[in-house]
Structures are given as C-alpha cells and as structure tokens.
T-cell receptor, first 116, second 114 residues
Framework: AQSVTQLDSQVPVFEEAPVELRCNYS??????LFWYVQYPNQGLQLLLK??????LVKGINGFEAEFNKSQTSFHLRKPSVHISDTAEYFC??????????????FGGGTRVLVKP | DTEVTQTPKHLVMGMTNKKSLKCEQH?????MYWYKQKAKKPPELMFV???????INESVPSRFSPECPNSSLLNLHLHALQPEDSALYLC?????????????FGPGTRLLVL
C-alpha cells in the first residue's frame, strides 16, 4: 500500500515571498503524483501532476513541483505568493492501473496562510 | 473544459429524512467518484464507478447508496443519516491521459445532519 506524508501542516508566508510545500510518499511500485489546492468553501482544483517524463512539472497559477525518485519526494514551489494563494494544499498519489477509475491516496494537507 | 457540477450546494436534513446528492459531468469521463471530507482533513474515498458499474466501495455504511444512471450522472442517496455524517461531499470524475488517470473534482455539497 502507498502512503503520503505532508511534512508541514501549516505554512505562514509573507506576500511576494517564495514558498515550498513538502510531500514525501511511500510505495513499493511506481506511482503517479498530484498536487491539488482547495480554497475556502470550495472543491479541489488540480494544480499539477507527474505521470512520466521531465521531473520538473509546471502547473497553474505559477506553481511547479519536482519529482525526486531517489528521495521519494514531490515538493511544490512558488517563487512569489499572493494573498489569493491562501488555501489548503493536498499532495496525492495513485497507482498506474489500466482500468478506468483509480484510488487517490492523499496526504494530510498543508494550510498556507499568506500575510500582507 | 474540466467541469464537474454538484447539486445542491448546501443541504440540511434530519436523521429520518431521505435526500439525494447529484453530480454531473459532460467530459466523457468513464469513472466517477464520491468522497467525504471532514473539516481540516483530506477527502476520504467512498465509492468509485467505472463504466457505470460500482468498482470500489470503501466499506461505506448502507445508509449511503450510490447510483450511476448513465455515464454523465452520479447520485448519492442518503437515508437515516447520523450527525457525524455531516461533512462536505465531493464528486469527481477522471480522464485517462498520458497513461495516467487524472481526477477532477466538483465544488461539493455541504451536508448538515440534525
């Protein structure tokens, strides 16, 4: 079975400062990796995903993440945050199965609070 | 377009009521999901439908009953719920791209059981 650990439950950061959210996973097989963002009182929005290929993945809203297989990590970064980036961020993994329908295993989430 | 819609946005129900949550997508996705999310927690998978057939049931109590009438619609029928069932219920659908399955979520239905 796979598991996901988000090392920081809360990250306070000043506006226009960089932010890094850490995600480590555990799996005996290759996995696909995702970052989702959840703004207050909303559903989850896909920020970016790693399925294969280049280990540096660019997503929406200026976010990027780097897949590191040896460290089993998929950390999310943004060079300069805005107040509007205040949200909950979830890292998730899934197995590369062939059938339609797949389980996502989520980390516990990281709450980012951007301060002016 | 990656839109999943859910109705209603909010629902208040008593423990003896019967109600239904509705989810719709028109992206041609062949898998659809129900999740339950409590405050400050990640979503927990409840059910997965693949090609309109129930493929995963995560040992959910029978007071929750899913239904997939067609490839675009997913319902969750609720009956005799408990106050601890109050949560945000999220629907998702998924698309296979580049060898992987990517899930897209709806805005959720916030349920309060009194």
């Amino acid at each position: 079975a796979q598991s996901v650990t988000q090392l920081d439950s809360q990250v306070p950061v000043f506006e226009e400062a960089p932010v890094e959210l850490r995600c480590n996973y555990s799996s005996s097989v290759s996995v696909y990796l995702f970052w989702y963002v959840q703004y207050p009182n909303q559903g989850l929005q896909l920020l970016l995903k790693y399925l294969s290929g280049s280990t540096l993945v660019k997503g929406i809203n200026g976010f990027e993440a780097e897949f590191n297989k040896s460290q089993t990590s998929f950390h999310l970064r943004k060079p300069s945050v805005h107040i509007s980036d205040t949200a909950e961020y979830f890292c998730a993994v899934s197995l590369p199965i062939k059938a339609a329908g797949n389980k996502l295993t989520f980390g516990g989430g990281t709450r980012v609070l951007v301060k002016p | 377009d990656t839109e999943v819609t859910q109705t209603p946005k909010h629902l208040v129900m008593g423990m003896t009521n019967k109600k239904s949550l509705k989810c719709e997508q028109h992206m041609g996705h062949r898998a659809m999901y129900w999740y339950k999310q409590k405050a400050k927690k990640p979503p927990e998978l409840m059910f997965v439908y693949s090609y309109e057939k129930l493929s995963i049931n995560e040992s959910v109590p029978s007071r929750f009953s899913p239904e997939c009438p067609n490839s675009s619609l997913l319902n969750l029928h609720l009956h005799a719920l408990q106050p601890e069932d109050s949560a945000l219920y999220l629907c998702a659908s998924s698309q296979r791209t580049g060898g992987g399955e990517t899930q897209y979520f709806g805005p959720g239905t916030r349920l309060l059981v009194l």
